[in-house]
């Protein structure tokens, strides 16, 4: 059974940092592209930053392009999000999810597995 744990997430003050990690299992999770994905009040799911299998190739949306950060550690079967000088409107449950390709998707219907998410607010 794929389990995705998200944690990390909190109440900041614009312009700090969160760094927001994933812990994985029940997958070989090096098979995996993994993403992650926010939802704000009344918004819809959105794509925030992308990693490959091995990690070298990533992806951002673009208000996250110099701010946010992916990263992964295949051995401890974990992703991360670095996420600095942060804004309030990235204040959102943020989602990690996996999916068993090999191109980084943006659009939540490619992932094959999900945390429940962690609340990130930033205040002003």
């Known amino acids: 059974q794929v389990q995705l744990v998200e944690s990390g997430g909190g109440l900041v003050q614009a312009g700090g940092s969160l760094r927001l990690s994933c812990a994985a299992s029940?997958?070989?999770?090096?098979?995996?592209?993994m993403g992650w994905f926010r939802q704000a009040p009344g918004k819809g799911r959105e794509f925030v930053a992308g990693i490959g299998r091995g990690g070298l190739s990533t992806n951002y949306v673009d208000s996250a392009k110099g701010r946010f950060t992916i990263s992964r550690d295949n051995a401890k079967n974990t992703v991360y999000l670095q996420m600095n000088s942060l804004k309030p409107e990235d204040t959102a449950v943020y989602y990690c999810?996996?999916?068993?390709?090999?191109?980084?998707?943006?659009?939540?219907?490619?992932?094959?597995?999900w945390g429940r998410g962690t609340q990130v607010t930033v205040s002003s």
């Open positions: 029940g997958l070989t999770f090096s098979s995996y592209v």
């Open positions: 999810a996996a999916d068993y390709g090999y191109q980084i998707a943006t659009t939540p219907s490619s992932y094959d597995a």
